[in-house]
């Protein structure tokens, strides 16, 4: 019989369970640290990928590694299983690929500028509203010239060439200034130094790889290596809302599966909302999570205080599962109170005095019932996981990504000719090579006629002598016809994250 739900806890009534048919109405995992959020997040991630369910999750500590390793006997665990009624644990690794977004811990994982597009670009690199204008214009001028941004090298060859042709772009495009332009260079010239350089680029990420499932249909757990990348906070939190773009566009519409085709653990949540266009973002969030659900894919925001979320976001998360917290000061109480009121009340518990006083592993749970109900909120033990918990060793690692079955597929990154090599080949090129062209695009280069064999002297009306010199009209023509193929996929592939995301400019 198919698996229908995973065992989140153990509470006074029994079992406190996750029905994987509502899997993806999205959740909250919450509580101070040293409370057990890792373990929460670890016990989880195994029941899903039991159930066929694949997951993503990012690793901002190291811990989370462990899932693919078996975990071994100690006395705490032996003592919680008991507990619980458990019996013996049967300890066994996870199926889990890594990643890691510079390519060191992990499959590396990239995106072409193209998918990214100027508005999560914008977002990343703190742009005015005048300096997003500028990049939004370079996007459309790189559509209509047909030119291909893979990698940072292509957006800062674009921008020059954008520098350049300023004078002529006004009029067709509207203001371009030489002082945004710079500033976004400056901007660019700093993700560099960030490390970010090699997250632009080919092979792009396949989203059908973060679905996988083994042979003997296991859901994959796909863990992404974010201890270096949380040094660089709005980088780890585009990706995120990206990766969530990216997979509303490509999952197809299904509606309430028996369960979800993926469910996506958010860690470190807070960082979504951590700078001054907080407002502006959460509505767009709250778009993407609330419209994703139809995709089938869970999204889980794990934080260590619900008042990091934006009310709008927890009121689309119909599973919480609340570790202790702690009331030493003010925000803190207050923070209490909004966790206690959000839970359906339980008559034998009061929740803000359990909220206090929850022990490691302890969390108070409510999850969505059979007909999308919250459930009474319950006092629960945690599981112990079957997996290691902790960190792996850097020969373990080694191992796991070479026995991966993406090894190999990502590892070399591949340069095909794109924009910086086309606009580098027009600027070393003799002028009456490029000049022209519609668009500033190259022109056909012009060749001399053929000879021709003289003709009958019986065409009493003289014809035109042949020429392969093309026309005004021809040249457009087929400029169009380069330009349109690469250009419909990257306004297609646009268009629909515009319509979600609308616009990161500073309100």
Known sequence: MAQSEIVLGQGAGGPVTLPLALANRHGLIAGATGTGKTVTLQVM???????????????????????????????????????????????????????????????????????MG??????????????????????????????????????QALLSHVAGQAKSLNDRYGLVSAQSVGAVQRKLLGLRQQGAMGFFGEPALALSDLTRTTWDGQGM???????????????????????????????????????????????????????????????????????IRSKGVGVYFVTQNPLDLPDRILGQLGHRVQHALRAFTPRDQKAVAAAAE?????????????????????????????????????????????????????????????????????????????????LERRRTAPPAAVAGGPWGAPAEPVRPAPRQAPAPRQASVPRPAPTTRQGAGEAFGKAVLRSVGSTLGREVGRTLLRGILGSFSRR
């Open 221 to 291: 757990i796909n863990i992404l290596a974010a201890e270096r990348l949380m040094q660089t906070p709005k980088l780890y939190a585009t990706f995120l809302l990206w990766l969530l773009s990216e997979l509303f566009e490509a999952l197809p519409e299904v509606g309430d599966p028996d369960k979800p085709k993926l469910v996506f653990f958010f860690d470190e949540a807070h960082l979504l909302f951590a700078d001054d266009d907080a407002k502006v973002l959460a509505d767009k969030v709250e778009t993407v999570v609330r419209l």
């Open 342 to 422: 959000t839970f359906r009340p339980n008559p034998a518990l009061d929740v803000g005095r359990v909220i206090t006083e929850l022990g490691v592993g302890e969390a108070l749970i409510s999850t969505l019932g059979p007909r999308g109900v919250p459930s009474m909120v319950e006092r629960s033990l945690i599981p112990p996981p079957v997996s290691r918990i902790g960190s792996i060793s850097a020969e373990e690692r080694q191992q796991t990504m070479a026995a991966s079955p993406l090894a190999g597929r990502y590892d070399q990154t591949v340069d095909r000719e794109s924009a910086y090599e086309i």
């Open 45 to 115: 991630a195994e029941g899903f990928a039991r159930a066929g369910v694949p997951v993503f999750m990012a690793d901002v500590k190291g811990d989370l590694a462990g899932l693919s390793r078996p975990g071994t006997a100690n006395p705490r665990l032996a003592e919680r299983a008991a507990a619980l009624g458990l019996g013996a644990l049967q300890f066994a690794p996870s199926p889990v690929v890594f990643w890691d977004l510079f390519g060191q811990m992990g499959h590396p994982v990239r995106a072409t500028i193209s998918e």
């Open 118 to 155: 100027p508005l999560l670009l914008a977002r990343l690199l703190d742009l005015s509203d005048a300096q997003e204008g500028v990049l939004s214009i370079a996007f459309q001028l790189a559509d209509d010239e047909g030119l291909l941004l893979l990698d940072l090298n292509d957006l």
